[in-house]
Structure formats: structure tokens, C-alpha cells
């Protein structure tokens, strides 16, 4: 059974800054292509950033390419997001999710594994 246990999320100024981990088990993060994504308040659930089995590709949805940035650590089989000049808009509950393959997606529908999430508040 693979269990996604998110932290790191908290309220933060605008401009600052946020990491986010998620511990994975029952699951490497080696085997599996790994995911963020976010839901905030009355809107679907949407990718932010992805990153594959190998660590080596990633993909960042628009809205915060330049500003997050997803990396693996093999050893702990944590996937982390770092979170850079935040904005308002950033608010959601940020939601960690395993994929059902090795390649990175960006529909909910490729990821077969989530977190609980963790919530992000960005005050402007």
C-alpha cells in the first residue's frame, strides 16, 4: 500500500518562500514518476510540478515555472518542492501524488497515489 505523507506548508508572505516534502512508502520514488499539485477553494485540482522516475525531466505547469522547483532524494524516498517568490495566488492545499508509470503527467488521472495535502496561505 503506498502511503504520501506532505508537510512543509504554512503561512508565508508574499515574496517568500515555502519547501514542501512528501515522504513516500510502500512505493519508491526510483520506480515511479512522482507529482505536486494544487486545489484551491471551489476550483479543480490542478498540476504544478512533476518530476520523472529518474530525476532527470521535470515539468512545471506556467504559472510557476522560474519560481518552484521539484527534486527527488532517493535515499530518504521524498520528493520535495521548493517554492520561491510566492504570490497571493499560490494559496491552495498543495497535494503529493505517485504516478501510475514512469512518465510524468499532468492530469490527476496518470497519478494512482495521493496525499492528504498540506495547506499553503500566501497574505499579499
Known amino acids: 500500500q503506498v502511503q504520501l505523507v506532505e508537510s512543509g506548508g504554512g503561512l508565508v508572505q508574499a515574496g517568500g518562500s515555502l519547501r514542501l516534502s512528501c515522504a513516500a512508502s510502500?512505493?519508491?520514488?526510483?520506480?515511479?514518476?512522482m507529482g505536486w499539485f494544487r486545489q484551491a477553494p471551489g476550483k479543480e485540482r490542478v498540476f504544478v510540478a512533476g518530476?520523472?522516475?529518474?530525476?532527470?525531466?521535470?515539468d512545471y505547469a506556467d504559472s510557476v515555472k522560474g519560481r518552484f522547483i521539484i527534486a527527488g532524494d532517493n535515499a530518504k524516498n521524498t520528493v520535495y518542492l521548493q517554492m520561491n517568490s510566492l504570490k497571493p495566488e499560490d494559496t491552495a492545499v498543495y497535494y503529493c501524488?505517485?504516478?501510475?508509470?514512469?512518465?510524468?503527467?499532468?492530469?490527476?488521472?496518470?497519478?494512482?497515489?495521493w496525499g492528504r495535502g498540506t495547506q499553503v496561505t500566501v497574505s499579499s
Open positions: 518530476i520523472s522516475y529518474t530525476g532527470t525531466n521535470t
Open positions: 510502500g512505493r519508491t520514488i526510483s520506480t515511479n514518476a
Open positions: 501524488a505517485s504516478a501510475r508509470g514512469v512518465a510524468v503527467g499532468r492530469t490527476t488521472y496518470g497519478y494512482d497515489a
